[in-house]
T-cell receptor, first 115, second 119 residues
Framework: DAGVIQSPRHEVTEMGQEVTLRCKPI?????LFWYRQTMMRGLELLIY????????DSGMPEDRFSAKMPNASFSTLKIQPSEPRDSAVYFC?????????????FGPGTRLLVL | AQKITQTQPGMFVQEKEAVTLDCTYD???????LFWYKQPSSGEMIFLIY??????QNATEGRYSLNFQKARKSANLVISASQLGDSAMYFC????????????????FGEGTQLTVNP
């Protein structure tokens, strides 16, 4: 079975440019998560969706970040305008949410470098 | 206060020996889940094992087992018969609450332990 798919795997851009990260969750999963990993802050949740609806976006750093999930098989995380401090690895994860048990499976990540 | 604490920034083990990676957690929620993930140098996050707060038995998955001590709020990962391919960063994570809640699906991660397996 295909795991979580993320694209692009690597992105290098210049400050001020728009960046769009894409994620395809595992088929049948109903929850999708965006995480960011940096040396300074470790792994932190940015936003998560359940049944395509954003449930918790309290981790989104600021208005420059936005995320959408137009359908069950696709999500985007957009940064506009990008800044050097946004450089990080961005992970998408998905799970099948049910009472008391859900395991999040991660995609390979997108390594973002903003110059 | 840290919700997940991994006190060992780095650990070394000889190939074929067992190793324990420590994890303590802090929550007042009676329903929670504990997870361990492995992150090799290639960067992906690989799910290893899960323990629910109401599970009576310690979780096991092949060479991985979770030593769950609820009263002490610890969830240590035990890797038996270490292999060179086990060299990686290991993260302990916790989900508080059950099912679909405002924060019920959020995973909080520890800072990780870098495990090196020596030949």
């Amino acid at each position: 079975d295909a795991g979580v798919i993320q694209s692009p795997r690597h992105e290098v851009t210049e400050m001020g440019q728009e960046v769009t990260l894409r994620c395809k969750p595992i088929s049948g999963h109903n929850s999708l998560f965006w995480y960011r990993q940096t040396m300074m802050r470790g792994l932190e949740l940015l936003i998560y969706f359940n049944n395509n609806v954003p449930i918790d976006d309290s981790g989104m750093p600021e208005d420059r970040f936005s995320a959408k999930m137009p359908n069950a098989s696709f999500s985007t995380l957009k940064i506009q305008p990008s800044e050097p401090r946004d450089s990080a690895v961005y992970f998408c994860a998905s799970s099948y949410t049910q009472i008391n048990q859900e395991t999040q499976y991660f995609g390979p990540g997108t390594r973002l470098l903003v110059l | 206060a840290q919700k997940i604490t991994q006190t060992q920034p780095g650990m070394f083990v000889q190939e074929k020996e067992a190793v324990t990676l420590d994890c303590t957690y802090d929550t007042s929620d009676p329903s929670y889940g504990l997870f361990w993930y492995k992150q090799p140098s290639s960067g992906e996050m690989i799910f290893l094992i899960y323990q629910g707060s109401y599970d009576q038995q310690n979780a096991t998955e092949g060479r991985y087992s979770l030593n769950f001590q609820k009263a002490r709020k610890s969830a240590n990962l035990v890797i038996s018969a270490s292999q060179l391919g086990d060299s990686a960063m290991y993260f302990c994570a916790m989900r508080e609450g059950g099912g679909i809640q405002a924060s019920g699906s959020r995973l909080t991660f520890g800072e990780g332990t870098q495990l090196t397996v020596n030949p």
